[in-house]
């Protein structure tokens, strides 16, 4: 039970590190994860990427080729709009 919380938590709080990565423009995985202080692409990075590809919150730069090596990612105006909300 309590190791479900800690991967929960962790998750959520990958979700918005990523997002506030994203709100300064598109970047690859790999820009993502060294961005967030680790060397390559670890688990927790891609469970977050695909769960907000998932629901709409980013989207691929290359939507017909979404395992192209130079995929990128950007945030959506759902994101967007519910980043505002939750700045008020």
């Known amino acids: 039970m309590i190791r479900t919380v800690i991967i929960i ?3 959520i709080t990958s979700f918005s ?3 506030s990565i994203l709100i300064n423009g598109t ?3 790999a820009e993502i ?6 060397k390559s692409i670890v688990g927790n990075i891609k469970i977050a990427v695909n ?3 998932n629901k709409n919150f980013i989207g691929y730069t290359i ?3 979404p395992r192209s ?3 990128k ?3 959506t105006q759902k994101s967007v709009k519910k980043l505002k909300i939750l700045k008020k």
């Open 63 to 65: 939507p017909q080729k």
């Open 73 to 75: 990612y950007f945030i």
């Open 17 to 19: 590190k990523i997002l």
């Open 51 to 53: 769960e907000l590809l």
């Open 27 to 29: 970047v690859s995985k």
């Open 69 to 71: 090596k130079n995929q």
């Open 33 to 38: 994860a060294t961005t967030l202080g680790y």
């Open 9 to 11: 938590l962790s998750l």
